[in-house]
């Protein structure tokens, strides 16, 4: 039956997708355990910024995946010197994204003093530290309240924030996501927009949201917002994670091109570099390789005459990793094809 169900919101989703031309670019579905290569553990306490009482560890006890599910627990117990623990997981400077559709179907579970949060911030935090950096809170939700809140924060001669709340029962699966464009950021609530903030030409300092951002989920206990928990508080206290999705709107100017089977190179993903096969081309043929990435913006030319040499072999080591397109042009043809850089 899960399986049943889980397609029929694969179809759903992809409907959706299709409809917005959204094409999926990077996932997590926490199927199996959690992925090193997409998170990494923030350790200790210390308040957070917001006087918060945890104490986040990279222990099995606070975060791990069960059944399809991964689980950011909150727990009631001295640690370290703290009276609580949870996890905050983060894929700073491993995934990071400029613009796209993220979201995550999340559940939560609804106790006072208890804050758990999906949200992003600016990948150059460590350089121009917060709120310069800026920061996209996709889901946050406090206590036993039935909303939930989407938030904006950043400089602009000092904190600034703007965003709006939501009617929702927390304690269900919802799917929660901002639509963030170089014109706009739009926060959803199951594909239904509730908030919606222009950022279009970096107006009113909002130049941070043109930049890349890192992906946070976390359990905080206590704080500012939230204050502390009652003497009912119920603990442990569970996020639990379905998945999370990054879709991206490939542009025109790439979408436009052709693909083709006569432009072919490997490996395909690829971590380093890349090898082109240039058999379909005759020999002494000019030609020209351009990278371009999601927006449609080449990141790369190359220009060269094809010798005897059937392959070309391309480095990619100064290149983030995310999807980019090759095209190769020689006597007015054109060849296009996706390029995975893991």
């Not at 397609?7 to 409907?15: D, G, K, N, S």
């Amino acid at each position: 039956m899960k399986i049943f169900l889980v397609l029929i919101l694969h179809l759903t989703i992809c409907a959706n997708v299709n409809a917005q031309n959204w094409n999926l670019v990077w996932a997590d579905s926490f199927n199996n355990s959690i992925k090193l290569q997409n998170w990494k553990f923030e350790i200790g306490d210390g308040g957070w910024g917001n006087n918060e009482l945890q104490y986040y560890t990279n222990r099995a006890d606070n975060a791990l995946v069960s059944n399809g599910n991964l689980l950011i627990i909150a727990k009631k117990e001295n640690y370290q010197g703290s009276n609580y623990t949870s996890a905050r997981m983060v894929s700073k400077d491993l995934q990071t994204w400029t613009y796209g559709k993220i979201e995550a179907r999340i559940k939560l579970q609804q106790t006072q003093g208890v804050w758990p949060a999906f949200w992003m911030l600016g990948n150059n935090i460590n350089q121009v530290s917060w709120p310069t950096c800026g920061e996209l809170d996709i889901l946050e939700h406090i206590n036993t309240e039935n909303k939930i809140y989407g938030t904006m924060h950043w400089n602009n001669n000092g904190h600034v924030q703007a965003g709006n709340s939501a009617f929702c029962n927390a304690t269900q699966y919802h799917l929660y996501g901002i639509e963030w464009s170089a014109d706009s950021i739009k926060w959803l609530l199951d594909n239904n927009v509730y908030y919606k903030n222009t950022i279009k030409n970096s107006i009113n300092n909002t130049s941070a949201f043109h930049l890349p951002f890192f992906i946070i989920l976390n359990m905080a206990v206590g704080g500012n917002w939230p204050g502390s928990p009652a003497t009912n508080s119920v603990f442990p206290d569970t996020m639990f994670v379905d998945y999370i999705h990054v879709f991206q709107n490939f542009p025109t100017a790439v979408s436009a091109i052709q693909n083709s089977k006569l432009f072919n190179f490997y490996p395909n993903p690829t971590e380093k570099t890349v090898k082109i096969n240039l058999e379909t081309l005759q020999e002494n043929s000019f030609m020209e390789i351009c990278i371009y990435n999601v927006y449609g913006t080449i990141v790369k030319k190359y220009t060269s005459t094809k010798n005897m040499n059937n392959e070309l072999e391309l480095s990619l080591f100064d290149f983030p990793k995310g999807i980019y397109f090759l095209t190769l042009k020689s006597n007015q043809q054109q060849w296009t094809n996706k390029l995975i850089l893991q």
